[in-house]
């Protein structure tokens, strides 16, 4: 079986490592981060700028991932990714990433569901009814991790189909 083409949401100031450790497992081929340069010379074009390289990230992806960290939900950007990602008929899946260790060896809070925040256009309905958000099973990071490194590509193939029907 290919590896799934994904693109990775994240909040990336407080989860880029955790983000970085779930990319590097391998198991699905995910978009490259910008560099922290790079970012910034995009934020600088504004909105069009930004939403141009989302777009383009995204582009040949199956399955959009958002990693929820503590301060995930309901960001401007991470909102835009999700919305992008369902309505070009991508599979969505969340998985929790508080449990896994920062670059300090820190873990944070768990965040709240991004999927609570959007509706289906001209509905109450949360796409939280339909879409997934796993929260890793262990006691510790590692645990955490190895749970990730198991189960990441099932998630996403479900996602998929979940999609297809909905």
Same mark, same amino acid.
Do not use: C, L
């Given at each position: 079986?290919? @590896?799934?083409?994904?693109?990775?949401?994240?909040?990336? +100031?407080? $989860?880029?490592? %955790? /983000?970085?450790?779930? %990319?590097?497992? *391998?198991?699905? +081929? *995910?978009?490259?981060? /910008?560099? $922290?340069?790079?970012?910034?010379?995009? @934020?600088? *074009? *504004? $909105?069009? /700028?930004i939403k141009k390289w989302i777009n383009g990230q995204m582009r040949y992806r199956s399955c959009t991932v958002v990693l929820v960290g503590s301060n995930t939900a309901n960001r401007k950007w991470i909102n835009y990714e999700i919305v992008e990602s369902w309505n070009n008929g991508m599979g969505v899946v969340g998985i929790y990433v508080h449990g896994l260790r920062n670059n300090y060896g820190y873990v944070s809070e768990k965040g709240g569901n991004p999927f609570d925040y959007i509706t289906f256009s001209g509905t109450s309905k949360k796409l939280s009814s339909i879409i997934k958000c796993y929260n890793p099973q262990g006691n510790n990071s590692k645990e955490r991790y190895d749970w990730i490194s198991r189960h990441l590509s099932n998630a996403v193939e479900e996602a998929i189909k979940i999609r297809s029907q909905n």
């Open positions: 079986m290919t @590896k799934r083409q994904v693109f990775y949401s994240f909040h990336y +100031e407080p $989860d880029s490592w %955790r /983000a970085s450790q779930v %990319r590097n497992i *391998g198991i699905v +081929e *995910g978009n490259r981060p /910008a560099s $922290d340069n790079n970012w910034e010379t995009i @934020k600088r *074009g *504004g $909105d069009t /700028a």
